[in-house]
T-cell receptor
Framework: LAKTTQPISMDSYEGQEVNITCSHNNIATNDYITWYQQFPSQGPRFIIQGYKTKVTNEVASLFIPADRKSSTLSLPRVSLSDTAVYYC?????????????FGKGTTLSVSS | EPEVTQTPSHQVTQMGQEVILRCVPISNHLYFYWYRQILGQKVEFLVSFYNNEISEKSEIFDDQFSVERPDGSNFTLKIRSTKLEDSAMYFCAGLKRKGYEQYFGPGTRLTVT
């Protein structure tokens, strides 16, 4: 599994766009980038996954540059309910049943 | 949308006692996992289970821990003799097939006194 580095914490206000960047310099050819979200006292929740360029769903966008050594999770117009810990994970999703190895993640605090 | 359920939501036990944490994964999932999270710390992998046997386990998952899927629906984690340091949130997760999109349950908060 590629080692990832992301900021420990970020602060934002409601209505702003938040971008959380994850560095993964040792990403392998078969690795994908996956982001999870964890609210206090809840289990982590899958939010988005990508291999290259841009992926968008109803929750977030994921931007991956051509060299794939970093990725940026973008949350448009955050609200108080987006306050959570966000985890970046990198690994080969085609390996069956791989355990998830979480880092400390980025604690996002959204205030009004 | 189907969900992973876990019981109990909170368990308090005395040091040295046995506890069993229960999970009902989503029915069409094939891979099952237990993770734990000590308060204020990161989520840690304990064990994965596939085809009725352990497929991978971490250093945390020592002889005090065991897992089983007794009836094709429940997935349990047993801690034989609890220690104070076992106090944590324990999350069950499932995976339909290969990939990284695991579905986590709401967790069981275990407090060992």
């Amino acid at each position: 599994l590629a080692k990832t580095t992301q900021p420990i914490s970020m602060d934002s206000y409601e209505g702003q766009e938040v971008n959380i960047t994850c560095s993964h310099n040792n990403i392998a050819t078969n690795d994908y980038i996956t982001w999870y979200q964890q609210f206090p006292s809840q289990g982590p929740r899958f939010i988005i996954q990508g291999y290259k360029t841009k992926v968008t769903n109803e929750v977030a966008s994921l931007f991956i540059p051509a060299d794939r050594k970093s990725s940026t999770l973008s949350l448009p117009r955050v609200s108080l309910s987006d306050t959570a810990v966000y985890y970046c994970l990198v690994g080969d999703i085609n390996q069956a049943g791989t355990a998830l190895i979480f880092g400390k993640g980025t604690t996002l605090s959204v205030s009004s | 949308e189907p969900e992973v359920t876990q019981t109990p939501s909170h368990q308090v036990t005395q040091m040295g006692q046995e506890v069993i944490l229960r999970c009902v994964p989503i029915s069409n999932h094939l891979y099952f996992y237990w993770y734990r999270q000590i308060l204020g710390q990161k989520v840690e992998f304990l064990v994965s289970f596939y085809n009725n046997e352990i497929s991978e386990k971490s250093e945390i998952f020592d002889d005090q821990f065991s897992v089983e899927r007794p009836d094709g629906s429940n997935f349990t984690l047993k801690i034989r003799s609890t220690k104070l340091e076992d106090s944590a949130m324990y999350f069950c997760a499932g995976l339909k097939r290969k990939g990284y999109e695991q579905y986590f349950g709401p967790g069981t908060r275990l407090t060992v006194t």
